[in-house]
């Protein structure tokens, strides 16, 4: 299938649509160092990467008219104007480019898109702007006239006639349901073209918080897994009544168990200043900077470093000590292979990687829209994503 990626940052999501068997015939990102990190693993080989097209680029300055044939449309717009930290200024931010990637659905009229961004979009302060958003999806045609304000413009959608463009749904996710090591909270939009007569549904998780709690402290095949004593680390007090829950029910969860930072580091070791394993000193510890425990998937990768206000960038090791993620530990929980490199500093690396949307999450969400194009059939992009997950 024949995609093409606006705001493409290191290649997370990319990466995730690749192994799903999407091909993208256009990639663009405005941020140079960025796009450096792609061009350099281009030019190592990379598996998927070495195939991208990627270019230093202005989604302002693309001309979609020229892009045909496209199945699908993928990118994730700035979020920094709906996120958590910041100003909040949301449209009225110079970097929200949402009417940019509506305007690569109208003009590119793919089978499908994706979006994705930060979950604050949802909530109640910019809750308005997300179903702006959705309807002109729905609609990209009706595009907005000069002077008209979002609110009149929605209201001029909603109340349209006209047969909708394209069929598109919502949703929150939580990328650990769906096999990143991150517990990292997104929104998602994905549209269908209305002519080809299909309803997308939400996504259905395939790892869950119960199943890992089932396996750590009822049957102990994690910790075996791992070549550790069952039990060794105590149920967390908010888990305990879910444990004791799954033991009454005496019924094994179904699906896969959350990825643990634990899992997604073995056999990595300790930093030894090779390929991006470089130890960052000077973490600690001190009250709302706690770093991310080994056996649960990691904190959301924050776009920071030093300053990152919750310790999301920091490990807590079996001894009770902290120390920052290296940049090869980091790529591992995006779903980056270990021969994907970056050749910038630590810091910028860090900032590439906590902008990056997961691998498993974009191969997840790749595959359900193959799945969904193709009248609802398991693709072979999709178990292949599941395999690589």
Not at 368 to 387: I, V
Request: glycine share 10%; hydrophobic share 40%.
């Amino acid at each position: 299938m024949q995609s093409a990626e606006l705001f493409a940052g290191c290649g997370g999501l990319a990466l995730g649509m690749s192994r799903a068997g999407f091909r993208h015939q256009h990639m663009a990102e405005f941020d140079r160092d960025a796009v450096a990190t792609v061009l350099h693993n281009k030019a190592k080989g990379v598996e998927h990467v070495r195939d991208w097209p990627m270019d230093l680029q202005d989604v302002r300055e693309i001309d979609w008219k020229r892009l045909t044939s496209l199945d699908l449309v993928s990118g994730g717009p700035p979020c920094q104007p709906f996120g958590i930290g910041g100003k909040k200024r949301g449209q009225e931010d110079h970097r929200d480019m949402w009417p940019e990637a509506i305007r690569a659905v109208r003009e590119a009229k793919p089978r499908s898109f994706l979006f994705e961004n930060v979950r604050n979009l949802a909530g109640p302060r910019f809750r308005p702007y997300l179903e702006w958003i959705v309807s002109h999806l729905e609609r990209p045609g009706m595009a907005r006239e000069t002077g008209e304000s979002h609110a009149e413009h929605h209201a001029r959608l909603a109340a349209s006639r006209t047969r909708k463009e394209f069929n598109v749904v919502w949703q929150l996710v939580n990328a650990a349901d769906f096999g990143a090591a991150q517990i990292r909270h997104r929104v998602l939009i994905f549209g269908i073209r209305s002519d080809l007569n299909v309803l997308p549904t939400p996504m259905t998780p395939t790892h869950s918080r119960d199943r890992l709690l089932w396996e750590q402290y009822i049957t102990g095949e994690y910790w075996t897994r791992h070549g550790l004593k069952k039990g060794r680390v105590p149920i967390l007090l908010q888990d305990r009544a879910r444990v004791e829950r799954l033991k009454r029910a005496d019924v094994e969860p179904a699906g896969a168990p959350w990825v643990t930072l634990r899992d997604a580091l073995r056999g990595l070791g300790e930093p030894d200043g090779k390929c991006n394993h470089v130890l960052q000193v000077g973490a600690r510890v001190y009250p709302g900077h706690t770093g991310s425990p080994l056996d649960l998937p990691a904190k959301a990768l924050k776009a920071g470093d030093h300053g990152v206000p919750g310790g999301e960038n920091m490990m807590v090791r079996d001894d009770g000590s902290v120390r920052y993620f290296t940049t090869r530990e980091a790529a591992r929980l995006v779903g980056l292979p270990d021969d994907y490199e970056f050749p910038r500093s630590w810091t910028e690396s860090m900032r590439q990687l906590g902008n990056a949307v997961p691998a498993a999450l974009g191969a997840a969400a790749g595959g359900w829209l193959a799945a969904q194009l193709d009248g609802g059939k398991a693709s072979s992009g999709l178990a292949s994503a599941r395999r690589a997950a």
